[in-house]
C-alpha cells in the first residue's frame, strides 16, 4: 500500500507571495491532517479535514487554510507568506473512523523557505 | 498552554544499553498515546501505542508504559542500537477527537 505523499517536497518563496501544498492520503484514509515543525519545536498541529470538512483546527491565523477533495487529498494554502512561515509542513493521514484510536501516518514533508 | 511535554531535549546512551524517554501531559481526557520517531528531512513513523486502559505495551525492544495517576509516560529502547538515533515525539489524544497533540521531542543519540 503506498504511503502518504506531498508534493513539492522543496519550495522557496517570497514575503507576501502565497502558496499551495499538496498531500494525497494513505488509500482508504479519510482524515488527513496538517502540521507545521519549524526547528527546535513539536510539531504544531494546523488542522484536520475529514469527508471534506474541517473537523478541528489549531491557533495558526486565517492566512493558513486548507480542502478536502472528495477522493480525500488534500490542500493546504497560505497567503501573504512571512518570513516566520519558514518549516517543514508535514501531512498525515489515518482512517478518520468516529470509534477509533487513531493513528496517524505521515508524509515526508515539503520544506517551505520564505525569503 | 504545553499539553503534552517532553522535558529533556537530548538524551545520549551507549549500544547495548537501555534508552529511556519521558513524557508528561495535563490533560486528563487523553486515553491514547503514541510514539513517533523522526529522521531528518523525513516525516515521522509511527512507532508505538497504548491505550489508557493498558499501562503497558511491548513491540519488540520497544516498551512504553503508562501512569495515569502520574500522567506520565516512558519510551524504553532496550538494547539500544546506532540506528535507534533519531528525534522522538510522544503524542496524546483523545478518541474520536479526530488529532494528536505532540511534544516538542527528544533527540537520541545512540554511540557505538
Known amino acids: 500500500k503506498a504511503g502518504v505523499t506531498q508534493t513539492p517536497r522543496y519550495l522557496i518563496k517570497t514575503r507576501g507571495q502565497q502558496v499551495t501544498l499538496s498531500c494525497s492520503p494513505i488509500?482508504?484514509?479519510?482524515?488527513v491532517s496538517w502540521y507545521q515543525q519549524t526547528p527546535g519545536q513539536g510539531l504544531q498541529f494546523l488542522f484536520e479535514y475529514f469527508s471534506e470538512t474541517q473537523r478541528n483546527k489549531g491557533n495558526f491565523p486565517g492566512r493558513f487554510s486548507g480542502r478536502q477533495f472528495s477522493n480525500s487529498r488534500s490542500e493546504m494554502n497560505v497567503s501573504t507568506l512571512e518570513l516566520g512561515d519558514s518549516a517543514l509542513y508535514l501531512c498525515?493521514?489515518?482512517?478518520?473512523?468516529?470509534?477509533?484510536?487513531?493513528?496517524?501516518?505521515f508524509g515526508p514533508g515539503t520544506r517551505l523557505l520564505v525569503l | 498552554d504545553q499539553q503534552v511535554k517532553q522535558n529533556s531535549p537530548s538524551l545520549s546512551v551507549q549500544e547495548g544499553r537501555i534508552s529511556i524517554l519521558n513524557c508528561d501531559y495535563t490533560?486528563?481526557?487523553?486515553?491514547?498515546f503514541l510514539w513517533y520517531k523522526k529522521y531528518p528531512a523525513e516525516g515521522p513513523t509511527f512507532l508505538i501505542s497504548i491505550s489508557s486502559i493498558k499501562d503497558k505495551n511491548e513491540d519488540g525492544r520497544f516498551t512504553v508504559f503508562l501512569n495515569k495517576s502520574a500522567k506520565h509516560l516512558s519510551l524504553h529502547i532496550v538494547p539500544s542500537q546506532p540506528g535507534d538515533s533519531a528525534v522522538y515525539f510522544c503524542a496524546a489524544s483523545v478518541t474520536n477527537a479526530g488529532k494528536s497533540t505532540f511534544g516538542d521531542g527528544t533527540t537520541l543519540t545512540v554511540k557505538p
Open positions: 488509500s482508504g484514509h479519510r482524515s
Open positions: 498525515a493521514s489515518s482512517l478518520g473512523g468516529t470509534t477509533s484510536q487513531e493513528t496517524q501516518y
Open positions: 490533560n486528563s481526557m487523553f486515553d491514547y
